[in-house]
């Protein structure tokens, strides 16, 4: 059945409440199973040896001491997993990079592997495998990745999107660009032009939780994987193509995951745990150290970015331009390509071009990350944007509510705006206390706005309803941040029931169809339009019921607060019945009571933030601290507001991270510095203030509540934000992120010299 | 192969395991003990995941060796419940909604109870410190101040001075 996904704008019932999560007991007495909590008989321990170069050809690689030793059960290299035929490109690149094949393309590249009766041994193993590298010349920097004498790491890359087709390969995948309107003649118009680079340097996703995951390859070749991922039905079937297994023959189970803010969409040592198992014939469990999570699993892109941005006099955008370059790792993305998409959409500009470049380094390769791509290109147009009225005298915030993009207005990249919550964020941080509040010496304060997409994508869910009345709804989409709570909420909502009442259970690869990942924001939109449609499912079900049980026609009967309710003068003495007085007579009027819903969930609502934050700068150390930060973020509708203040004050400060130290460290040797949480330093408890947020709430015309996917946005403001928070502390306008205290303390030695 | 056997108390009951010498008490517990609760985030550390009290001391189970818990007594997440209910702090991390993932949510609330054991009413700045060598990459930690200024407000009810 085809429901209609528009918004209706009810009244709602339970939806808005912040009732418990269901999965919190477990989570608190530590019985929830993450990823390197299962266990299988006679399970092995698999384990990966990693390339030390960050580029290199492996002349030949001995396996037989490692086999040799006892305990010893498997070794795979990347012989044990051969490229299928007709594999798709990118998986084919998945699959290389789980395995080196030939060379080895970053530190941390995998090139083999074993299963052992235990750890010890395993790693004991590791030792006795002897590798032949032949180092080859790397390149861990995008500037120099692009110049003409850069190593090159394909010799089948020529760039893309370029006039002519290029004749040599390069390190530079492909050229994406995207605009409105002639910007020569906009900057001709622009009485003021802000003209400035930027780099950022990459992050990775930090989640405290390692990969993991069991792998059981049986003789017959079927097989099961228990996996900490955001997507099962995904790494379903890219694993299974991955190694010639057919897609139905492999069950994914997802465990509790810990964490993974796009970094665990991406498949990393499962091939490689699968094909151990193959070969060992027993389970294995992987489990990845916090040294290969950084080394091996997706960090960000670095970048460097031109941006130019022209306005009038009187405070109108009238040209932008921005060239973003990013780094890839070391296979292709399209993340230069999403920062070109993101980059201007705040803003209405007439004239403007965003130009993205793709490019390959000698890096682990790329992963998504919360709104990936966004932040680092606001970074750069958020901090032009303040420079720029700072040169024209206007208000930071009144110059981005000029400009901000209004419904009906074309975007840069495509779509025209619908109703969209930019201008309504800005005048929520220009009336907020916070703007008011006073500060002292050293500190500073600033402001930044953000955008995402949001997706929707393949959803699918089962909704059934039990003997007793209860009901359990199962969805695909694994609970990245308390998404049980709110699809309960909602089932519970559309049926007229109490939320207790409500079980939501997260479904394994045999028991749904496909559902895309937990990413993009969609997991609560998405799966919450699939669980919206699944109980209207079950109320057609319902009124069947409850009119057999009464005799009388179905279109008799409406479902009203929880209950069937006999219409029409003719059956004034029917008392009403309960989905319990239903369900317990199901056996009898046609079995099991249940609603299905599959969907491609199309029309997620874009959602827009603007920031606030308070620094102070120690001018002895460099070191900066946030006082104060504010939130304020469009979410459609919030089905539960803890979770989705829970998701702005968690981008936020991950966002502050970025922005103040996070940031891959690379030796002249293309060897990661810092691959530890010790000196790849995340924000703890004391460095961050409470994170005040403010959810508004502009419906999304293309959901039945209105509902926005709210995951990601808060992310992209924080690292402009700061900086122009730093600008207005002490001064100096940084370009370089991290702002990290070395950082801050040369830009201000500078700074006082120049003034000298 | 040379071992040990070590014997001690966990959560209350007495426990005898044998292992490698160089076995960390983190592995001992999950892998020997069955104790998954105290989670791994990074071996080294840095991330407080594995969080436990020997001997009432708050320590990083992945730092210290399995040998060490001999005669001593360790205190996990799983020792938190008390005659079947749950620890005002494990409430209140539920009800403040102070947990995402919740990977990290077993050390916070062991490295929480230990500071409400030492301090009944900490100020929020050392509220933040305590809980300083505990990563968190879901919360911004907002809503985990919180959950432990409540608890601890609940406790302070509950016990009249
Ligand atoms: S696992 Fe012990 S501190 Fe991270
Ligand atoms: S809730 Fe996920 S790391 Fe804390």
């Known amino acids: 059945m085809k429901h209609d996904n528009s918004y209706t704008g009810q009244d709602f019932k339970v939806i808005g409440t912040r009732v418990k999560r269901p999965d919190g007991i477990d989570k608190v007495t530590g019985r929830a199973r993450y990823g390197a909590d299962a266990s299988l008989p006679g399970q092995l321990v698999g384990r990966i040896l990693r390339s030390p170069h960050a580029h290199a050809r492996i002349k030949s690689i001995d396996i037989s001491k490692a086999e040799a030793l006892q305990g010893v059960k498997a070794v795979v290299t990347a012989d044990d997993m051969p490229v299928p035929q007709g594999l798709p490109g990118d998986l084919a690149h998945m699959l290389e990079n789980s395995m080196a094949r030939g060379r080895a393309l970053y530190d941390g590249h995998a090139v083999a592997a074993v299963a052992a009766i235990d750890a010890k041994t395993a790693r004991k193993a590791l030792q006795l495998i002897e590798v032949d590298y032949e180092p080859l010349p790397h390149v861990t920097d995008v500037d120099a990745a692009m110049q003409p004498d850069a190593p090159v790491i394909h010799d089948w890359i020529y760039t893309s999107g370029v006039d002519p087709k290029p004749e040599k390969p390069s390190n530079v995948v492909q050229r994406t660009e995207f605009g409105l309107g002639d910007i020569d003649a906009g900057f001709a118009e622009a009485d003021v032009v802000v003209e400035r680079s930027y780099k950022t340097e990459a992050t990775h996703q930090g989640y405290i939780e390692p990969h993991a995951c069991l792998a059981n390859i049986r003789p017959d070749g079927s097989g099961e994987l228990w996996v900490t991922t955001q997507g099962p039905f995904v790494y379903r079937n890219v694993c299974a193509q991955m190694l010639g297994m057919d897609i139905a023959k492999l069950k994914v189970t997802s465990s509790e995951i810990g964490g993974g803010f796009g970094g665990k969409t991406h498949v990393w040592g499962e091939p490689v745990a699968l094909a151990l198992s193959r070969k060992a014939n027993r389970p294995v469990k992987l489990v990845m150290t916090r040294d290969e999570v950084f080394r091996a699993s997706g960090p960000t892109s670095s970048t460097s970015m031109d941006i130019k941005l022209g306005a009038t006099r009187d405070g109108k955008l009238v040209a932008a331009r921005a060239e973003m370059r990013y780094g890839n790792g070391a296979f292709p993305g399209i993340w230069g390509m999403l920062s070109c998409m993101t980059s201007f959409a705040c803003y209405e500009i007439a004239n403007c071009k965003a130009i993205g470049y793709d490019v390959v380094l000698n890096r682990p390769k790329v992963a998504a990350y919360r709104a990936p791509s966004a932040p680092m290109a606001a970074f750069g147009v958020e901090s032009a944007m303040d420079e720029l009225a700072a040169a024209i005298s206007m208000d930071p915030v009144e110059f981005r509510l000029k400009n901000a993009s209004r419904e009906g207005g074309q975007s840069h990249y495509g779509p025209v705006w619908g109703p969209i919550g930019i201008r309504a964020t800005l005048e929520a941080v220009r009336d907020h206390p916070h703007m008011k509040a006073p500060l002292g010496p050293n500190q500073g304060r600033g402001m930044a706005c953000g955008f995402w997409f949001n997706i929707g994508g393949q959803t699918c869910s089962d909704l059934n309803v039990g003997i007793d009345g209860t009901v359990t709804l199962t969805v695909g989409t694994v609970d990245v941040g308390g998404s049980r709570a709110s699809l309960g909420l909602i089932a519970a909502e559309e049926l007229g029931i109490a939320y207790e009442q409500v079980s939501v259970n997260i479904g394994d690869t045999g028991s749904l169809g496909h559902n895309d990942m937990t990413e993009g924001s969609r997991g609560t939109f998405s799966s919450g339009m699939a669980a919206i449609f699944a109980a209207r499912n079950t109320i057609e079900v319902l009124r069947e019921r409850a009119a057999k049980m009464w005799g009388i026609p179905v279109e008799d009967v409406t479902w009203e607060a929880g209950q069937a309710v006999a219409k029409g003068s003719a059956h004034g003495n029917l008392k009403p019945l309960t989905l319990k007085d239903i369900a317990a007579k199901s056996p009898k009027t046609g079995g099991p009571i249940a609603g299905h819903n599959e969907v491609v969930a199309d029309g997620a609502g874009v959602s827009f933030a603007s920031h606030i934050c308070d620094i102070e700068v120690d001018p002895e150390t460099g070191a900066t601290k946030v006082l104060r930060y504010t939130v304020v973020q469009d979410a459609g509708k919030a089905i539960h507001p803890d979770y989705v203040e829970g998701q702005f004050q968690g981008g936020a400060a991950q966002g502050i991270g970025w922005a103040l130290n996070e940031e891959y460290i690379y030796g002249k040797d293309g060897r990661l510095q810092n691959p530890g949480f010790l000196d790849y330093r995340m924000p703890v408890c004391s460095d961050l203030p409470f994170i005040d947020t403010k959810i508004l709430e502009i419906p999304n015309p293309g959901h039945p509540y209105g509902v926005r996917g709210v995951g990601e946005t808060s992310i992209v403001p924080p690292l402009a934000a700061i900086g122009n928070a730093l600008s207005n502390a002490v001064g100096v306008r940084m370009h370089h992120v991290p702002m990290s205290p070395p950082r801050i303390l040369k830009a201000l030695r500078e700074a006082e010299r120049e003034a000298c | ?161």
């Open chain 2, 1 to 161: 192969m040379s071992g040990v056997l070590v014997t001690t108390t966990i959560n209350g009951d007495a426990v005898q395991f044998a292992c490698p010498e160089e076995e960390t008490l983190l592995d001992a517990l999950r892998d020997r003990v069955g104790l998954l609760g105290v989670k791994e985030g990074c071996g080294t550390g840095d991330c407080g995941a594995c969080s436990i009290t020997l001997d009432g001391r708050l320590v990083c189970s992945c730092l210290v060796l399995a040998a060490e818990a001999e005669g001593r007594e360790v205190t996990t997440v799983e020792g938190l419940v008390e005659g079947g209910k749950l620890h005002p702090l494990q409430e209140n991390f539920i009800s403040h909604a102070a947990l995402q993932c919740g990977i990290c949510t077993p050390g916070f609330l062991v490295a929480a109870k230990s500071l409400l054991d030492r301090n009944p009413d900490p100020t929020e700045t050392e509220i933040r410190y305590a809980l300083a060598g505990n990563l968190c990459r879901c919360t911004g930690y907002d809503k985990i101040v919180r959950a432990v200024q409540s608890a601890a407000k609940e406790m302070r009810a509950a016990k009249p001075a």
